[in-house]
């Protein structure tokens, strides 16, 4: 069966510094893959969407890479700030027009 | 920009009683999603909905049932409440079925005692 894991459950940097959170996949190939933001107590928050055919998708300080050969997307926050701190989660299709599947998430903490 | 509205934040509810999660969107959009989040385990689909009167089944349906009889309103229903469904529960909904972002609403957290 499919399976989403984002390997580290907690993520500690300095501010300033690139935070970059891993989301792994195995058992199949996603057409595209998204990344949430989440705060305590709140519902996720769509950032980014990237599709197979893409590498590399940007926003703002966000960068988000796909790698289908590795099965793995990359997300990374430049110049972090304390405002950043969250927990991300990716969510890939589980097949087709699926529903999204959510791995369990990292906890960045942006330490001033 | 696009609104999803839980109907309650905090709801305690004792065990047997039946329950009624509402959630509206405001934007016309024709897929919605009922998730729960528990710590340790993520988050993890229940049911889920492409049309009006259209539901299908998530990964862990059991213990629950969902209404849509307008396109805006998805309810979720849990027939006999039990403490194992102590959890944060969050609507979503969604454009398209494929390559769309979701918009969740903020949650309902419910505490079945």
């Known amino acids: 069966s499919q399976k989403i894991e984002q390997n580290s459950e907690a993520l500690n940097i300095q501010e300033g510094k690139t935070a970059t959170l891993t989301c792994n996949y195995t058992n199949y190939s996603p057409a595209y893959l998204q990344w949430y933001r989440q705060d305590p107590g709140r519902g996720p928050v769509f950032l980014l969407l990237i599709r197979e055919n893409e590498k590399e998708k940007r926003k703002e300080r966000l960068k988000v890479t796909f790698d289908t050969t590795l099965k793995q997307s990359l997300f990374h926050i430049t110049a972090s700030q304390p405002a950043d701190s969250a927990t991300y989660l990716c969510a890939p299709p589980s097949a087709g027009n699926t529903p999204l599947v959510f791995g369990k998430g990292t906890r960045l903490s942006v330490i001033a | 920009d696009v609104k999803v509205t839980q109907s309650s934040r905090y709801l305690v509810k004792r065990t047997g009683e039946k329950v009624f999660l509402e959630c509206v969107q405001d934007m016309d959009h024709e897929n919605m999603f009922w998730y729960r989040q528990d710590p340790g385990l993520g988050l993890r689909l229940i049911y889920f909905?492409?049309?009006?009167?259209?539901?299908e089944k998530g990964d862990i349906p059991e213990g629950y049932s969902v209404s849509r009889e307008k396109k805006e309103r998805f309810s979720l229903i849990l027939e006999s409440a039990s403490t194992n469904q102590t959890s944060m529960y969050l609507c979503?909904?969604?454009?398209?079925?494929?390559?769309?972002?979701?918009?969740f609403g903020s949650g309902t957290r419910l505490t079945v005692v």
């Open positions: 979503a909904s969604s454009l398209s079925a494929q390559g769309f972002g979701y918009t």
């Open positions: 909905s492409y049309d009006v009167k259209m539901k």
